[in-house]
């Protein structure tokens, strides 16, 4: 019975991990999502892994060897639980997939929702680090947070991107 399971990947080798194993004959999704990134030239859209290091392969243990995923280019084998690979349970996999875009293929993250109030952090930015509360939110993908600056409590507009739940 086929399952997927999770490889482990050399550091920013993803993509030769991926058309390796591919050539090899065995199905893989390797997750990727777009990011909005600022940079001198102004905001630009990067497409990143969403799980750095990781992929997922499926495969049928039971009649196919998973031997050749360590020596694949790119890759450094499975995730293992003692010396069993660890199975990813088929409704992760779903999920994921659920969210591909049919477009370009990444995965689309939906925005958090917060309830006014809420605790968060700024996370990039200016501000980045500092504790705010969320009280609306604003046209063109913008929140109103209120911190507390200097001693007295402002309210700011930030971009969505730039705020974190606060852990």
């Given at each position: 019975?086929?399952?997927?399971?999770?490889?482990?990947?050399?550091?920013?080798?993803?993509?030769?991990?991926?058309?390796?194993?591919?050539?090899?004959?065995?199905?893989?999704?390797?997750?990727?999502?777009?990011?909005?990134?600022?940079?001198?030239?102004?905001?630009?859209?990067?497409?990143?892994?969403?799980f750095p290091n990781y992929l997922f392969l499926r495969a049928d243990p039971e009649t196919e060897s998973?031997?050749?995923?360590?020596?694949?280019?790119?890759?450094?084998?499975?995730?293992?639980?003692?010396?069993?690979?660890?199975?990813?349970?088929?409704?992760?996999?779903?999920?994921?997939?659920?969210?591909?875009?049919?477009?370009?293929?990444?995965?689309?993250?939906?925005?958090?929702?917060?309830?006014?109030?809420?605790?968060?952090?700024?996370?990039?930015?200016?501000?980045?680090g500092i504790a705010a509360i969320f009280l609306a939110e604003e046209a063109g993908d913008r929140v109103?947070?209120?911190?507390?600056?200097?001693?007295?409590?402002?309210?700011?507009?930030?971009?969505?991107?730039?705020?974190?739940?606060?852990?």
């Amino acid at each position: 019975m086929q399952s997927w399971f999770a490889v482990v990947t050399k550091p920013r080798a993803e993509a030769i991990a991926f058309d390796n194993l591919q050539r090899q004959g065995y199905t893989c999704l390797w997750p990727r999502v777009r990011r909005s990134l600022r940079d001198a030239k102004g905001m630009r859209e990067r497409v990143e892994c969403l799980f750095p290091n990781y992929l997922f392969l499926r495969a049928d243990p039971e009649t196919e060897s998973l031997a050749p995923v360590r020596s694949t280019r790119g890759a450094l084998g499975l995730v293992r639980f003692g010396s069993l690979p660890a199975r990813v349970p088929e409704a992760v996999i779903e999920q994921i997939r659920a969210r591909l875009d049919p477009g370009d293929g990444t995965v689309r993250l939906d925005a958090p929702t917060w309830a006014p109030g809420t605790k968060v952090r700024i996370s990039e930015g200016p501000l980045s680090g500092i504790a705010a509360i969320f009280l609306a939110e604003e046209a063109g993908d913008r929140v109103r947070m209120l911190i507390e600056l200097l001693g007295t409590a402002r309210e700011v507009v930030l971009p969505r991107l730039q705020v974190a739940a606060r852990i």
